[in-house]
């Protein structure tokens, strides 16, 4: 397929995507649906109804030949997979792959990545695939330390990783099967017990192993660097500017603040880096060598190697193809179409990667990168009003690139995370400005720190004077991002939007770039737009109130989108909000007063609250048919089941229901339970 024809190169591209994207969703209705309107289109052809071309055929064929490599090269479990004892209690060996860590801060059980090498029980046989191991703390059993290459034997229940759960749960499952990862196991520290590592040794003697060790050692080396001279915040923000947040585990608090202002770009490796290795490489290479094959290929070489040092996340993949793109088509003194390299990129990625789809970091950073190659040019013209100043320029330039990349990511991070910042703009504007000369001070000052020969520290001497320098632009910018953070306007709940606001408001911004290149019909695209844009952020009523029972609370959600939350909040309240667009709606709880939340336009159907059910306890009340008296729940969240039996015995309750009998007793109400049996107790009221 030639390159020079773009437009062929890019509907290739779009085609390649959208069957990838049919494959990975097991939708194979679609293949013989698609083949049967293709041999219509063929049969018309040879009529002569119609006249295809050749690349109206290649065009025709590309989703066939996609869908069928894609579910080819789908990922699957083998014959002897773990995936065959699923809900079994089974007893086996196996290899762990990874060191076991906490996913937060505050989590205390630990998740590991193993792989299977022998089953133990129910039978004696050799054993494949990966899983998740999830360790459980205990007081009386603490978490050894397990490290990569260690075989133990595990005792536990496998359970499925691709059983339904709640969206604000939900997020692994994408990732694991990726990995080939169909299957997790839980499991407490004495049910897991370290063996001989003779099989470990056939697995860690491979040119492979050894070579991700030596990138994992580096990596950690260089992050080690940074925290020794600047600290945990500063030193974990710097070393995640300039390796990405995959190889650096950054401070949470700033993650967090940065995610809410719309600066989680900074923090992720992406094609700025690639283009500061690229830029420093080629331009000493050319000060020392004349041979441009030796050149290109020298760079080339460290393009690659930066992307394995920086984790191989979606964006720097995409921008270590692209690299490697431009600098063999500059090595023949050509040039790129950049719609169609992007496209070619993308077709590459795919090829490598056909779940990449499904990666929620390559969503995001192919769309911003499409958005900007389409529009950059024609806003910056519309911003800086035909002006020939340099800082106007520049100026409108920046203005254009960060409004056109949110636009661009703007229904992903609505579809994803279920919320908005309204202060990327000028996070932007002031923190930008900073990013550049931070990341080529953190590039250099990591290379030189690892220049230590023997009893000489002259490296690690210049690597904290550089870090020194760099920590008084990295404490501006997390100064102006916890500010910002702060702020009532840094994250807004929206809902999850549905995918046909998603789409108009993709085919309305594709228009307006369209118009704004060609000068005409600007005011009626921008208010097209602009009705697209309402329309992503409309949120109608519920259809009907949602509870949601959590271990240590309860959030209630009326058909107005208000919420109140009972118990203790949490960032999984947040989630939970956000995902429904809800607001919370905030109640002081007087000890002479009841406080009644109304859930829906029936005036029974509510919470009521009082001074003795005000944490985790609660009276539901919903109105019955037919004129009898309404029926009236005790729902208690306690751990504590002395204080839960003391509860119910002064509310003198006439039985029980289970959890299951609890939320078919209420058809009007969409009762969700995310915790586990012992920690609810409901109860009937006497009628």
Not at 67 to 88: A, E, M, Q
Not at 423 to 433: E, R
Request: charged letters at 15%; glycine letters at 4%.
């Amino acid at each position: 397929m030639p390159i020079y024809m773009p437009w062929l190169t890019i509907a290739t591209a779009i085609l390649s995507l959208i069957a990838t994207a049919f494959a990975n969703t097991s939708c194979v209705w679609i293949l013989p649906l698609y083949t049967a309107g293709l041999i219509s289109l063929l049969i018309m052809s040879g009529t002569g109804v119609i006249k295809l071309t050749r690349s109206i055929l290649f065009l025709s064929f590309m989703p066939i030949l996609v869908f069928l490599y894609v579910d080819h090269s789908t990922t699957r479990p083998g014959p002897n997979d773990l995936t065959h004892y699923i809900n079994k209690r089974i007893v086996f060996r196996a290899i762990f792959l990874d060191t076991p860590t906490s996913r937060s801060a505050n989590a205390t059980n630990q998740t590991g990545t193993i792989r299977a090498l022998r089953l133990d029980f129910p039978e004696q046989k050799p054993l494949t695939g990966k899983a998740r191991l999830i360790i459980i703390a205990s007081n009386k059993n603490p978490t050894p330390q397990f490290k990569p290459g260690q075989v133990v034997q595990i005792e536990g229940q496998l359970k499925s990783i691709g059983q339904k759960q709640e969206p604000w749960l939900s997020g692994l499952e994408t990732t694991s099967k990726r990995n080939g990862i169909f299957s997790q196991i839980c499991a407490t520290a004495h049910h897991i017990k370290l063996t001989d590592n003779e099989s470990a040794e056939s697995h860690k003697n491979d040119a492979l192993t050894d070579a991700n060790d030596f990138i994992n050692q580096l990596r950690q080396r260089i992050a080690n660097l940074h925290l020794r001279y600047l600290g945990t915040k500063t030193g974990s923000l710097l070393a995640s500017m300039v390796l990405g947040d995959r190889a650096v585990t950054l401070d949470i608090d700033i993650l967090n603040a940065f995610r809410k202002v719309g600066l989680s770009h900074i923090v992720a490796a992406s094609g700025f880096n690639l283009t500061i290795v690229t830029f420093i490489t080629y331009w000493i290479l050319r000060r020392l060598f004349t041979h441009r094959l030796f050149i290109t290929f020298v760079v080339c070489a460290n393009v690659i190697f930066y992307a394995l040092l920086a984790g191989l996340s979606a964006s720097v993949v995409r921008s270590a193809i692209a690299c490697l793109l431009l600098l063999l088509v500059h090595l023949y003194y050509r040039k790129l179409h950049s719609l169609a390299a992007l496209a070619i990129v993308l077709f590459i990625n795919l090829i490598a990667d056909p779940a990449i789809i499904m990666d929620l970091g390559a969503q995001l950073s192919y769309a911003a990168v499409t958005g900007i190659i389409i529009g950059a040019e024609s806003l910056t013209k519309t911003f800086s009003f035909g002006s020939d100043n340099k800082i106007v320029n520049l100026f409108a330039s920046s203005l254009a690139v960060i409004l056109l990349a949110q636009m661009a990511v703007f229904p992903i991070q609505l579809y994803h995370f279920w919320q908005a910042s309204f202060l990327f703009l000028p996070a932007n504007l002031i923190v930008d400005p900073l990013v550049a000369p931070i990341t080529v001070i953190g590039f250099i000052s990591s290379f030189v720190g690892l220049l230590d020969l023997g009893p000489i520290h002259i490296g690690s001497c210049f690597c904290q004077l550089l870090d020194l320098l760099a920590s008084i632009p990295l404490q501006i910018i997390i100064y102006i991002t916890d500010k910002l953070a702060s702020s009532n306007l840094a994250v807004i709940s929206t809902g999850q939007p549905g995918i046909v606001a998603i789409a108009l408001y993709y085919a309305f911004l594709l228009f307006f770039l369209a118009t704004l290149a060609k000068g005409k019909y600007r005011l009626f695209s921008l208010t097209l737009f602009s009705i697209a844009l309402i329309f992503l952020f409309y949120k109608p009523n519920l259809k009907q109130p949602v509870i949601i029972l959590l271990p240590n609370s309860t959030i209630a959600i009326n058909t107005e989108r208000k919420a109140i939350c009972l118990g203790n909040e949490s960032p999984q309240t947040n989630k939970i909000l956000s995902f429904y667009g809800a607001t919370l709606v905030s109640s002081k709880y007087d000890p002479d007063k009841t406080f009644q939340f109304a859930l829906s336009s029936k005036p029974n159907a509510s919470i009521i609250v009082n001074e003795e059910t005000q944490d985790t306890r609660f009276l539901l009340t919903i109105p019955s048919e037919n004129n009898t008296p309404p029926k009236t729940y005790i729902v208690s969240l306690s751990r504590n089941k002395s204080d839960q039996n003391k509860f119910m015995s002064v509310l003198e309750p006439t039985s029980s229901l289970s959890l299951a009998e609890f939320s078919k007793d209420l058809p009007d109400i969409d009762v969700k339970i995310c915790c586990p049996q012992n920690s609810v107790g409901i109860r009937i009221l006497t009628q």
